[in-house]
């Protein structure tokens, strides 16, 4: 019976077990489904509707950009208004402070006023010997000396006033002009989404068809801006970890200098054995670099400039999506956790003793060609 009950629950954990296998795999299934159909409905579409999909598109990122710009006014004004609030805090607690150095001196004033100059010389008269004298001396200038104090103090504490009152004023000149830029962004955004509508509306019996495009590369863009961080994150990741090789540099030892070239086959299959993510490829031709991401549909042209002693920075010129010319301002977006970034301390730091200074970059051929002044001894 005991072996009975054994052989029942482990038949029902396998059981459970199994049915975790079998849900799991569907779930993520079901999560990779709806983007791996969109990228086949948008690969198949004609040229035709190609065309009309870059106008849709180009207001998309318009749109985009009138949104990200409202956002970003948006923030500005609530940084403001938090200043704002802050300098009237500061301007009420600083107001009561001076209130009341104002009333103690005021009482000051009066008691002096009661007493008058006589009173002082009579204090000083009626000193029974030299001692007493220099001691009510001593007590008048400490009278004179704290009356001095209080009213350094008050104009101190007016002057302070007066600027942090200065700064609310400004502030509130500052948010008015934000909040009077805000209308432009707003107008801008409702003004494109209305072209939008419009140029849908002529397109009569294919607008829902359009409207399906439209909405399948919103949603690989969308896709896309999520994952492209990550690439790049993951190209500084691989790029620092030491993985190309003085055969791979292609590198030649000169008087104060080491010269050297990276073919894009040697850096592409580097980057791709060593990735988790989409794979990017590079090209190279004469001054000019071509960045692609083909799971994406991803191009992306430019030319590496130098910044700084030895890194090389990726400059985007233009770029395209599904084909779909892309606007600066979405190329900005993609970049907008950072530059892409070829750090050649990193790549060639094992290779000399000490520091290096990237001299020039150029691509041709097939090739990245650079030099690197060093005034180090090589190993």
Known sequence: MLHNKKLKKCFIYLSMFSLIILIFPNQASGEVAPITQTQEKLMDISEEEQEVLKTLFAL????????????????????????????????????????????????????????????????????????????????????????DELLASIDEGKLILTEEKEKLTYNMQQLEVKKEELKEPIANKQRLRKEQEIYLERLEEEKERYSEHLSNLELMWDDLKIIFSEIVGEFTRIIGEGHFTMEDMNISFQFLSIKGALHEDTFNTILKEHSTLPEIVFHFDTDKVLLEVPEKNLILKGKFSIVG??????????????????????????????????????????????????????????YLEFILKTSLRIF
């Not at 892409?340 to 051929?365: A, Q, R, S, W, Y």
């Open 60 to 147: 998309t990122q318009e749109i985009e950009e009138m949104e990200r710009e409202e956002l970003r006014l948006t923030d500005e004004i609530k940084t403001l208004e938090a200043q704002i609030q802050e300098l009237e805090r500061k301007i009420n607690d600083k107001q009561e402070e001076f209130d009341h150095q104002l009333s103690v001196l005021e009482k000051v004033l009066i008691s002096y006023q009661k007493g008058g100059p006589a009173s002082y010389f009579e204090m000083l008269l009626s000193s029974k010997d030299f001692t007493t004298f220099l001691m009510n001396i001593n007590l008048m200038k400490d009278i004179s000396h704290n009356l």
């Open 309 to 366: 002693k030895s890194t090389l920075v990726f400059e985007v010129e233009s770029g395209s999506f599904y084909q779909m010319p892309l606007e600066q301002a979405s190329i900005d977006e993609l970049f907008k956790q950072g530059p892409l970034l070829i750090d050649f301390e990193t790549i060639v730091g094992d290779m000399v003793l000490i520091d290096i200074n990237l001299d020039t970059v150029k691509t041709v051929d097939g």
